[in-house]
């Protein structure tokens, strides 16, 4: 076989080429970055209905608060009012206006109260869809980081295996022409040859034309690239690996 030294090379190229396509399948791993990208603007969009939630939540709390202290007042004051504690008619009736305007007062705080609840549970519902939202990304954007680590581990132990029979197909390999093959693995950024099939006529990487004069030069074991992507051009027989 002529091209002898180009199938060498085919063999080594054939292990770089897994290594390149683990190496980027590693690095495209999808971590949920969409997901964590869509969560930071619900996260925005849905500030204000969190807040305006908290608030109401932290203002029905004050009232109910509030209430409840005046009304204990109302009894504490009214009992004091029959006990006989209190005797001097000026006392009871400086007590009787105490009393009158703190009704007043829980009664003008119930009205608000029910203004906040009103307003409650609406805010509430939305508060909680947010939330929804959010524990539902994140529930995804676990779950994708889990499948993300377990699969890069398995592709760091196949990197290996693959890249332990590297040195072997390097060294069947005439330097000249890993000079070339290095030179254009350069120049791709990905791979430094590449295939044509017998019938295409055409390289496997780019889809440039192979011209006839090109393919005879190949066949005679010529270091031939394609003019298009600049790989060293080999044509691949059927069933061969
Ligand atoms: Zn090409």
Do not use: W
């Amino acid at each position: 076989m002529p091209d002898e030294r180009l199938f060498r090379l085919y063999k080594l190229h054939n292990v770089d080429e897994s290594l390149y396509d683990i190496k980027k399948r590693a690095q495209n791993l999808d971590t949920g970055q969409e997901e964590l990208a869509l969560m930071k603007q619900i996260e925005k969009e849905g500030k204000s209905a969190l807040d305006k939630y908290e608030s109401l939540h932290r203002q029905i709390t004050e009232s109910e608060n509030k209430l409840a202290e005046t009304k204990n007042k109302v009894t504490k004051y009214e009992s004091q009012l029959y006990d006989g504690s209190i005797s001097s008619s000026r006392e009871v009736e400086n007590m009787q206006q105490e009393i009158k305007m703190l009704k007043e007062l829980a009664e003008k705080t119930e009205t608000r109260l029910s203004g906040l609840n009103e307003e409650f549970g609406p805010a509430k519902e939305e508060a909680q869809k947010v939330a929804r939202s959010l524990k539902k990304l994140k529930k995804v954007i676990i779950g994708k980081r889990d499948e993300a680590k377990a699969e890069a581990e398995e592709l760091k132990v196949k990197y290996r295996e693959i890249a332990s029979t590297r040195e072997e197909r390097l060294n069947n390999v005439e330097p000249e022409l890993i000079r070339a093959y290095d030179a254009a693995r350069k120049q791709t950024g990905s791979t430094g040859m590449a295939t044509v099939e017998s019938e295409e006529h055409k390289c496997s990487a780019c889809g440039n034309n192979v011209a006839d004069r090109m393919l005879q030069q190949i066949r005679e074991g010529k270091t031939i690239l394609c003019e298009d992507c600049r790989r060293i051009l080999f044509i691949v027989m059927p069933g061969v690996e």
